[in-house]
């Protein structure tokens, strides 16, 4: 129906006022709520070295003025508001604000927390029985773990995180200790981009120099008895004998691609355990690819591949589509006969074999030799599937026999090798950091 369309354009100024005046007659007004209790929505919030955490809200029923007692509701903290304004589009400072109005405040809040995105301000003297629904709770798709190269760093890294989570509700983060690399953290993102762009941001604006463990998705994991698990780390999977399946995330993925490179990128979803699902052609030279695909084969390096294959004119776009069963099995690290839990992942039992070798075979490129031998063993419980040993740093003792006889000769090397065996028996072995982003580079290197 284009009865009583308005004539307008932007370019032109033409029509604007008739625009506006139509606004004003054809929608109807939002019901006054001014005399009702303040209740304000947090839509966003930032961390300021002087004045604290600033949220940014609209206020939806009431009045909020400067010098108000404000309980946050989803804390329960008070604060007093120093500072009411308005972003004009610098923050200009006002006497109050009332219902459907845009504005912010500053209340000396020094706890990021308290100033959550979603939460809902109120007066103390008269406060709201209900607060208001606020943000529908993100659901995390891809986590990793964070650590500082420098472990005195770590509270520089808890605060950073805390300052990003105050406009940015979709990040999540709890403390997890790795035995290779100290005290991090376990963050939950909602995919690739978004975890990019938070370790970015961590390493622009905080100054932090950080180890970043290979990505994984969350598997679902049915016990014996019945339980449901999600399992983000693959540290924390139960053991073979209490489990009685494993479930992985899968997404439906399409392509847009000229139709030179469909053959390429059909190969690249083969190769990642994708099952075709139709192909169109939008045009006679560009086609779409429909695939579904397990998101832990994703999470790595499937775009950079995509876009490799494709000289960067495919595109893709995916949404989560539920889980199903497959056999996964759980791939150990063992280096020094020591399990590394960083380099613990979970992979189809088809994949492990070459997986396990390309792994070992990568950590003895990368980890330094020392002064006694280090076997690298990949393993699925206790079963070694794969195994590299980098030789010791040894010493010619022999050096300075010129001759003699070949006794001599034995017994030193003897003396040599006892030592070496009690020096693997008390010593340790640096993992350098290269070595836990190995599980990237081998995916790189084999598709």
Do not use: W
Request: glycine share 6%.
């Amino acid at each position: 129906d284009c009865s009583g369309a308005i004539e307008a354009s932007a370019k032109e100024g033409i029509g604007i006022p008739e625009i506006l005046e139509s606004i004003v007659h054809l929608i109807p007004p939002p019901r006054d709520t001014v005399t009702e209790p303040l209740r304000a929505l947090i839509f966003d919030s930032y961390y300021d070295a002087y004045r604290g955490a600033i949220a940014y809200f609209r206020v939806m029923d009431g009045t909020v003025k400067k010098g108000d007692r404000v309980r946050l509701m989803a804390s329960g903290k008070e604060y007093e508001l120093d500072e009411v304004g308005v972003l004009s589009p610098t923050q200009k400072q006002v006497g109050d604000l009332h219902a459907g109005e845009v504005g912010y405040l500053s209340a000396a809040i020094k706890a990021v927390a308290d100033a959550r995105v979603g939460d809902t301000i109120t007066l103390a003297s008269t406060p709201a029985a209900e607060p208001l629904p606020g943000y529908t709770e993100a659901k995390l798709m891809v986590f990793c773990g964070l650590f500082p190269t420098d472990a005195d760093r770590f509270e520089d890294l808890r605060e950073a995180l805390e300052k990003l989570k105050l406009n940015d509700s979709a990040l999540n983060y709890e403390p997890e200790t790795s035995s290779a690399m100290g005290f991090g953290f376990r963050c939950g993102f909602l995919g690739l981009l978004h975890m990019e762009i938070v370790q970015e941001r961590l390493e622009r604006e905080y100054d932090l120099d950080l180890i970043t463990t290979a990505p994984s998705v969350v598997y679902r994991v049915t016990t014996i008895k019945g339980e449901v698990l999600n399992i983000d780390n693959p540290s924390h999977l139960p053991a073979p004998n209490e489990r009685e399946k494993i479930e992985e995330p899968y997404i439906q993925m399409e392509m847009i691609t000229p139709e030179t490179y469909v053959g390429t990128l059909m190969e690249l979803c083969q190769s990642r355990r994708g099952e075709f699902k139709d192909m169109k052609y939008l045009t006679p030279t560009r086609t779409t690819l429909i695939y579904e695909l397990p998101l832990a084969e994703v999470v790595t390096d499937f775009f950079n591949q995509m876009k490799s294959r494709s000289r960067g004119y495919a595109s893709m776009e995916y949404h989560p589509i539920g889980y199903r069963e497959n056999a996964l099995v759980l791939l150990d690290i063992l280096v020094n006969n020591e399990p590394v839990d960083a380099l613990a992942t979970i992979v189809h039992r088809d994949k492990a074999y070459p997986v396990g070798r390309a792994l070992v075979s990568k950590l003895k490129e990368l980890i330094p030799r020392h002064q006694f031998k280090v076997p690298i063993q990949a393993a699925i419980g206790s079963r070694v599937i794969a195994s590299e040993q980098i030789p010791a740093i040894r010493k010619d003792v022999l050096a300075k026999c010129y001759g003699g006889d070949i006794s001599r000769k034995k017994k030193l090397l003897q003396k040599q090798a006892k030592g070496k065996k009690r020096m693997k028996a008390i010593g340790t072995v640096d993992v350098p950091q290269e070595a836990f982003m190995a599980m990237l580079q081998l995916d790189q290197g084999a598709s």
